[in-house]
């Protein structure tokens, strides 16, 4: 541990944790004599992070990134431009773990000082073969690189598009998740009491594209949704049933709750989250020295099962399959074919105010991942590419990341959208486009 | 914790009785020794250093040096579980430094007949990422170490040829059988006689050069097992090294075969994770 990074994690223990009532020992040093041996290599002591109950760590990071071009609804080109803070602590308890996750930040773009607490959670096990999580926390699964069928934990598209670090991605929600482990199958329940939508694109950081208008809105928030009403009913459920037979990983997935963004409308002509129950499946296994994985989900729009009401997203299937290979030393190449296909689409164009801006009955996206890693993974180049050929789209995730040290952590990046036309999933945001820079410090 | 602390003990008291024939067995061993074949050789070799016990657990950490000085850290606690000697074992590697990895954890069913299953826990996201099993000759959290040093190589991956008995070592020469998903044409190691470890490798390329070498330098008998306490991996070509050492390794804990599943993943199990302290 150099010295630097000893006296952040003092200033930061001192004035966090000090109430808390920390033994002054945490960081109890231990020679090591033997070491001599080797020369100087191991002065350092073992971080003695078991000798105490308490862990820690986190990072201060800079980012900036603006527009490769001008966006008529918004006067600053800024997309990104901010200076966060995370700090991450765990407590192993005898019984009861506690852990917390959280980001304060300056954000720039709308000139705000932010929190986000991303977990704060007791975690304890019981009868055995059941691990019980409760409290704010961040929950994943499917097989999808960045496409997800069954996956309806929150996401945070503002930070995904803006170039923040992927980890952002996903939002956390205020949830309870049991997970038991039986030889049969393991279950895997999340109850997230209110429902949690996702930080969806609003037109605050970027613009987006509304049918009424025809064009682009943007410039500030101008989503409004009537959310769900805050009831027991209305929470929200899902549950895996999960398997690895001999290297094979099986799963089923049930999901019960809405829309995780307002692509529904209500009586009003207010943007609103409808009810939305999925069934699913997904395979996940090795073949070929490679991975594949193939996965599907049932969209039920409960509110609408004729696919008539205008105002209701339609009824979907979706369909994903994925192969993923090193082609090369530390060359890593990822294909993922992944379908939609609109249910009663007939009905749909037929009711639908906005025919013209109605996607395809089956509207196809084909992803890429490529990453190639430096030796010792100094350098990891990555593109990652969604195209549609249906909507004849595309969004482009080139990065590099540079790893000077282990304090010292670079990221340059970008977001290229392009599309022939206005309203398309990916072409709306064509005026979103932008490229990022991110200086981290970590401890 | 007791019911550990009590099953070490038991193991400690076997250990201690088996110990007794072992003077007897070792003079056997020695006759026998010139007459071992290459493959029993190697065999050997492929045992005491990933099959030591039935299954063990150890502190690690890595210091990464590269050719102006720099360093970089890893630390973190490995657990091992053997399904069969020689044959099919677990292992899970849960990190605690640096912060950037902290939390993560890596899962490796491994197999002989088939390609090994590996997973690595990304607990920013709870991302449950699969990897697949052909980068195994990449580096192993950004160290000259590869996935496959800390693994194991199949013996079987490779044909071997005994260069030289000298009084100390066996020289072996190993050939990859497959050249197309190897970055060496052959390897030399040197395995001590007396433990079967190999104490230096060194990794050649078409040229006949080395470009990489393994080298041991201290070895320790832990429970009676040889155990391996520091090597250090260098890579002659940039310069940079990278140095591993263990801490308060253990065998024979009695560490179940369900530790080694998804659940260890997002709940790391610190029964047989933590060290007992001293």
Redesign the interface.
Known sequence: MTNKTRIFKWLFMGGLLAAHGLPASFAAEEGDS??E??GD??E?E??E???SNW?W???VEAGYGQRLQTDPLFENKETLNELRGHL?TDY?GEDVDFSF?GDTWYDGVTDEMELDIRELAW?F?AFGNT?FKIGR?????GTGDLVFLNDLFPKDWQSFFSGRE??Y??APANSVRV?S?FDAV?VDLVWTPVFEEDRYINGERFSLFNPIVGGSIGGTDVVNPVEPDENLGNSEIALRL?K?VE?T?YALYGYRGFDKQPVGITNTLQPTFHRKDIFGASV?G?IE???YNVEVAYHDAVEDSEGSDPFVKNSQWRFLAGY???VA??L?LGLQYYLEWTKDYDELIANSPFPQYEAEEKRHLLTTRVTY?T????FVWSLFAFYSPTDDDSYLRPSLNY?F???W?FTIGANLFNGQEEHTFFGQFEDASNAYVRVRY?? | MKSLQKSIKQKFLTLLVTGLTLPMMTASLQAAESELSVEEIISKANKVSYYAGDDGRSDARMMIVDKDGNRQLRQFVILRKDIQDEGDQNFLVVFSRPSDVRGTVFLVNKHVDRDDDRWLYLPGLDLEKRISAGDKRTSFVGSDFFYEDVSGRNPALDTHELLEVTDTAYIVKNIPQDKSNVEFAYYIANINKETFLPMTVEYFNEKGEVYRRMDVAEVEEVQGIPTVMKSKISNLETGSVTYMEFRRPVYNIGVPEDVFTSRSLRNPPREWLEAEQE
Not at chain 1, 137 to 141: E, F, G, K, L, V
Not at chain 1, 375 to 378: N, Y
């Open positions: 033997q070491d041996k080797w290599v191991w350092e073992w971080d992070e078991e000798s862990s760590a986190g990072f991450e192993k996750r975690s096990s691990d926390q961040i929950s994943t699964w992927d980890t991605l996903k997970t482990y393991n999960y690895n290297g990983e996940r090795s020295s490679g991975l993923e290979a090193e030393t530390r890593t890693r030796a010792k993974d100094k790893r040290s282990d304090e952590l970590q401890f």
